[in-house]
Nanobody
């Protein structure tokens, strides 16, 4: 059973930075793609970023490109999302997700496993 656990959310001022972590357990993840999604109040969940397990292929939503960086630490089965130059519109619950087929999709239907989410709040 795959388990994902996010951490690192919090309250930050606009222009600040946060690093989210997602610890994965329960499988061998070498074939997996790992994604980050977010959901703001009253809005649908949206794609943020995805990476293959090695970190050699990464993709970003246009809204975060150049500000966010996804990275992998395979030794400890952890995926990170470094978020810089944060904006109030980045405020959301951020979710880590895993796709066993490694499809690097931008739609949440590709991801079978989800973490519980971590709240990120950016004040203006």
């Amino acid at each position: 059973q795959v388990q994902l656990a996010e951490s690192g959310g919090g309250l930050v001022q606009a222009g600040g930075s946060l690093r989210l972590s997602c610890s994965a357990s329960g499988r061998t993840f070498s074939s997996y793609a790992m994604g980050w999604f977010r959901q703001a109040p009253g809005k649908e969940r949206e794609f943020v970023s995805t990476s293959n397990w090695s970190g050699s292929r990464t993709f970003y939503a246009d809204s975060v490109k150049g500000r966010f960086t996804i990275s992998m630490d395979n030794a400890i089965n952890t995926v990170y999302l470094q978020m810089n130059s944060l904006k109030p519109e980045d405020t959301a619950i951020y979710y880590c997700a895993a796709d066993p087929l490694g499809r690097l999709g931008r739609r949440d239907i590709y991801y079978n496993n989800w973490g519980q989410g971590t709240q990120v709040t950016v004040s203006s």
